[in-house]
């Protein structure tokens, strides 16, 4: 840190990583002058909710315990539903807790502004080279579409990968467990990742094959009528509830990662910089770890920018890419489920529980007895 000046920190994107980066490198560094920039008005987000387990919890907890305690005390589940054609397999799972992504935004924004930083909305960051000079560090936070990653390509590299599978984010006023629902249908497997986030709300995403997306012609439909249908092709599970869409147009996921994560005083975070996926609700989680080792990193180094980015790489790089490797496990078993028949709902909660190679069938076992001794007596 150059002395005797304050030290001028620009953020691109109020999203989870950029708002809880701030919030910790605040409190390091009170004299620090930080200024987020995002694009959104306030208020104004994408989504619904979003899952953090009880793990991520207790894992970000020590950078910022009021914040995580905020973020733990709405939703939480300790069970989740694997649904096949109708028949459910209840779980037990790890604790989750869920936001609403406009509350949690919110929250993360009210810390922010309590640790002295400024947060300014509607404003479009493009941040050029000769940007950089008028700051001290520069975070590019500003998501899986990131402008800046993309601006800096030939210093970052990336790498994005285009998922196979087409997902809608929904919500509905149905209130469910966390619920996996697969449907063998007469146009292919249809799938949704459901789970109730607030008091009035679930999450209800939709997930399909590319033949099973252009047998029912999603791509010639709008927003409504592809949300009408997916309310046809559900109806069995929605119960009549309604899907409420909230800009929430079908996407492929984009699987990002990057050669070097730091450009001079440059440095991605959060989705910008590497991606999970959806399926394995950590994308919050992961953005916001980076945010910690990113201010541990330069605490280390007494801020020391150049050093602090280095070593952060140094010191996160395998931690994310053994996360991602997990991620991709997760893809792969969703993106081939199009092509494959499961007809047992107990054979599908094992696979899918173990589809990261993070749960094993003995944990699945001692956690789950009586689901598995069931499904052990079908097999004989
Ligand atoms: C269907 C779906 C379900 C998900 N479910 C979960 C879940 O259950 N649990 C979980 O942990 N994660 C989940 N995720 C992932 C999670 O939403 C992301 O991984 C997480 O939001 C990444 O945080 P971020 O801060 O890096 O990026 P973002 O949250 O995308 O924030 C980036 C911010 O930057 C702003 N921005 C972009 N460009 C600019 C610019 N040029 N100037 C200024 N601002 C800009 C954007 O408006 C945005 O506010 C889900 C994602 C999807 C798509």
């Given amino acids: 840190m150059k002395s005797g000046k304050a030290m001028k920190i620009l953020v691109i994107g109020g999203g989870p990583a950029g708002l809880f980066f701030s919030i910790i490198a605040g409190r390091a ?22 899952a953090f387990s ?48 406009w509350s949690l935004l919110a929250t993360l924004e009210r810390f922010a502004v309590g ?15 000769s940007d950089l000079d008028d ?29 196979t599978n087409w997902l809608a984010w929904y919500g509905t006023p149905k ?9 063998n249908s007469e146009y292919g497997v249809l799938m949704a ?15 399909v094959g590319q033949e099973t997306f252009d047998r029912l012609g999603f791509a010639e439909l709008t927003e409504d009528g592809s949300r009408e249908l997916c309310e046809r092709l559900f109806a069995d599970s929605l119960d009549g509830a309604p899907l409420r869409s909230d800009h929430s147009p079908w996407f492929q996921t984009k699987f990002v990662s990057c050669a070097r994560w730091t450009h001079r005083n ?28 990113l201010t541990e990193a330069l605490t280390r180094a007494g801020w020391d920018v150049e050093v602090g980015l280095k070593e952060f790489e140094r010191v996160r790089k395998p931690v994310a890419d053994a996360f991602q490797a997990a ?20 054979k599908f909660a094992l696979e899918y529980l173990m589809r990261t190679g993070r749960v094993s069938y003995r944990d699945f076992r001692r956690e789950n007895r009586d689901v598995v001794l069931g499904y052990e007596r079908d097999l004989r």
């Fill in 115 to 129: 640790a002295g930083v400024t947060v300014e909305h509607d404003c479009d960051a493009n941040v050029t080279g």
């Fill in 193 to 207: 990742h459901a789970s109730r986030f607030s008091a009035e709300l679930s999450n209800f995403t939709v997930e």
């Fill in 266 to 293: 440059l440095v991605l975070i959060g989705d910008a910089l590497h991606t999970v996926h959806p399926s394995i609700g950590s994308g919050t989680r992961f953005a916001m770890r980076d945010a910690v080792y």
């Fill in 54 to 101: 009880e793990s991520a919890a207790g894992a970000l907890r020590p950078a910022a315990p009021d914040v995580i305690d905020a973020l733990t005390t709405n939703t939480s589940h300790d069970e989740m539903v694997l649904s096949l054609d109708g028949a459910g397999v209840p779980v037990k799972v790890g604790r989750s807790h869920l936001n609403a992504r």
């Fill in 29 to 50: 560094l009170p004299s620090a002058v930080i200024h987020v920039r995002e694009r959104n008005p306030r208020g104004v987000t994408y989504g619904w909710g979003v």
């Fill in 175 to 183: 209130h469910y467990p966390p619920s996996i629902i697969l449907r």
């Fill in 327 to 346: 991620a991709k496990r997760s893809i792969a078993w969703y993106e081939g489920l199009p092509s494959r028949t499961i007809t047992h709902p107990t």
């Fill in 135 to 163: 700051w001290d560090l520069v975070i590019g936070a500003d998501g899986v579409n990131s402008q800046t990653r993309e601006h800096f390509a030939e210093h970052f590299q990336p790498s994005v990968e285009l998922g």
